[in-house]
């Protein structure tokens, strides 16, 4: 069984930095796909990124309010994947979730970031 | 990028009934959908993958249809537990996209 659980939310001002994890068991992220989704308070689901499996080469990318400020990486000896996060601007205040799995079959609970002066 | 529009935003059932949910996209993805229902406070839960394929433990009241522009989720004999919010999701073209959400309440 896939478990997901996501970790290193809270409150940070406006231009700060964050790094959330996605700590995985039952699969071994090297060879998965994982993503990340938020969701701003009240609002509906948002893309944030993909990393691809080593596999398929590994690739990243990243939705348009997040590229270039976002990072997406994992470190194998932890079976872990990071979003590195910088710039963060008002708007990115939204729980954060890591997903698993080319269409997404399993999500951790979710990781509050709260970007606010 | 790739704009899913859901309809409707919001609809009112009775248990019992069959509700139909619609997405559609700005261009193409074949069958590279997937639909997610949500409940608050919870994480999205994944009920269809390419577009018509039911993932395992999902009940089989649900199925999804439709490749290309237009695809369209039903859910049949709507249970209680069914009452939430329905996401559309592309993985045909990055960015990827998510569609606006269905809510679906008690009448």
């Known amino acids: 069984e896939v478990h997901l659980v996501e970790s290193g939310g809270g409150l940070v001002k406006p231009g700060g930095s964050l790094r959330l994890s996605c700590a995985a068991s039952g699969l071994t992220v090297g060879q998965a796909y994982i993503n990340w989704v938020r969701q701003a308070p009240g609002k509906g689901l948002e893309w944030v990124g993909r990393i691809e499996s080593k596999a398929d080469g590994g690739f990243t990318d990243y939705g348009a309010p997040v590229k270039g400020r976002f990072t997406i990486s994992r470190e194998d000896s932890k079976n872990t994947v990071y979003l590195e996060m910088n710039s963060l601007r008002t708007e990115d205040t939204a729980i954060y979730y890591c997903?698993?799995?080319?269409?997404?079959?399993?999500w951790g609970q979710g990781t509050l970031v709260t970007v606010s002066s | 990028d790739i704009q899913l529009t859901q309809s409707p935003s919001f609809l009112s059932a009775s248990v019992g009934d069959t509700v139909t949910i619609t997405c559609r996209a700005s261009q193409g993805i074949r069958n590279y959908l997937v639909w997610f229902q949500q409940k608050p406070g919870k994480a999205p839960k994944l009920l269809i993958y390419?577009?018509?394929t039911l993932q395992s433990g999902v009940p089989s009241r649900f199925s999804g249809s439709g490749s290309g522009t237009e695809f369209t989720l039903a859910i049949s004999s709507l249970q209680p537990e069914d009452f939430a919010t329905y996401y559309c999701?592309?993985?045909?073209?990055?960015?990827?996209?998510f569609g606006g959400g269905t809510t679906v309440e008690i009448k």
């Open positions: 390419s577009a018509s």
């Open positions: 997903s698993s799995g080319y269409w997404n079959y399993d």
């Open positions: 999701h592309q993985l045909n073209t990055y960015p990827f996209t």
